[in-house]
Nanobody, 126 residues
Framework: QVQLVESGGGSVQTGGSLRLSCVAS????????MAWFRQAPGKEREAVAH???????AYAVSVLGRFTISKDKVRNTLTLEMFRLKPEDTAIYYC????????????????????WGQGTQVTVSS
């Protein structure tokens, strides 16, 4: 099993930047795909970005060009750098990990097989 702890959320104004981190512990010796999801009040959870076990990355259209996902295998840390933030980026951001080499951003397997962190709040004010 894998335990995930997110940090780095906060409140910023439109156009600001934040860096989210997710530290993994436990059985980190295996190959995992990892992703960031978010859930805004009254909305369903949506995928933001993933980095698969083979290193491939993908982003939701709404964040493409503004967010960057990366993974430090030595420190077992997943990072999401967010730039030019908008009020619609306001949400609780969750880190997820799934034991897989290949992955898909919209796959239901994240919910079925994934490990999840507790979430970190991001608030963007206009």
């Amino acid at each position: 099993q894998v335990q995930l702890v997110e940090s780095g959320g906060g409140s910023v104004q439109t156009g600001g930047s934040l860096r989210l981190s997710c530290v993994a512990s436990g059985d980190t010796s295996r190959t995992y795909s990892m992703a960031w999801f978010r859930q805004a009040p009254g909305k369903e959870r949506e995928a933001v970005a993933h980095i698969c076990g083979d290193g491939n990355t993908a982003y939701a259209v709404s964040v493409l060009g503004r967010f960057t996902i990366s993974k430090d295998k030595v420190r077992n840390t997943l990072t999401l750098e967010m730039f030019r933030l908008k009020p619609e980026d306001t949400a609780i951001y969750y880190c997820a990990a799934r034991r897989a080499t290949y992955c898909s951003l919209g796959s239901s397997l994240w919910a079925k097989e994934g490990y999840w962190g507790q979430g970190t709040q991001v608030t963007v004010s206009s």
